[in-house]
């Protein structure tokens, strides 16, 4: 819409750069909300950011997806690889750990949940942080084919 920006970094060359990019949105903007949706993979390199967001304030509404694995690696190639499977974090209790005060925070693992506390978030004044259950059969493999053609992309020249 209108006055939306949108910020992303490409493929997982950068991985974990969206919660302190987060973080230095919400500081530079002075109107409207700031909204991240991020893997838990991703987000556990760096979410030690949730610290100085409570420390100065900043409001955003923040959707971790928990699959429980680095999830652009296990989709991108074969599945089961050890090294992909994250450490068990109860992300939704993060922003209490890291002195967030007021902030809205839930772990969801369905729609209707999920539905529910979006209707709270917009009734919430200050930030939010959502924990979104993944189920495995959401977190499937890319088709072999796909993967292939994904690596042998040719750049122009």
């Known amino acids: 819409p209108a006055g939306v920006d949108a910020q ?8 974990g750069w969206a919660t302190p990019a987060t973080f230095g949105v919400a500081m530079a903007k002075t109107k409207g909300r700031t909204w991240l949706v991020t893997g838990d ?9 949730l610290a100085a967001m409570g420390r100065y304030g900043v409001t955003p509404r923040i959707f971790v ?3 429980g694995i680095y999830g652009v690696e296990d989709m991108l190639s074969r599945r089961g690889a050890v ?6 974090v109860n992300y ?6 890291f002195g967030c005060k007021d902030w809205l925070t839930a772990k969801v693992t369905t729609v209707a949940e999920l539905d529910k506390v979006l209707d709270a978030i917009d ?3 200050g930030a939010a942080y959502i924990e979104v259950m993944i189920p495995d059969e959401e ?9 292939d053609r994904g690596y042998k992309l040719k750049t122009p020249r």
Do not use: F, M, R, V
């Open 8 to 15: 992303a970094q490409g493929l997982w060359g950068s991985i």
């Open 41 to 49: 993979g991703a987000h556990q390199l760096t979410l030690n950011e």
């Open 65 to 67: 997806l928990n699959n």
């Open 83 to 88: 090294y992909d499977d994250l450490a068990s």
């Open 92 to 97: 939704h209790l993060l922003p209490e750990a």
């Open 123 to 125: 009734e919430h004044k």
């Open 139 to 147: 977190s499937q493999p890319l088709p072999a084919d796909l993967i």
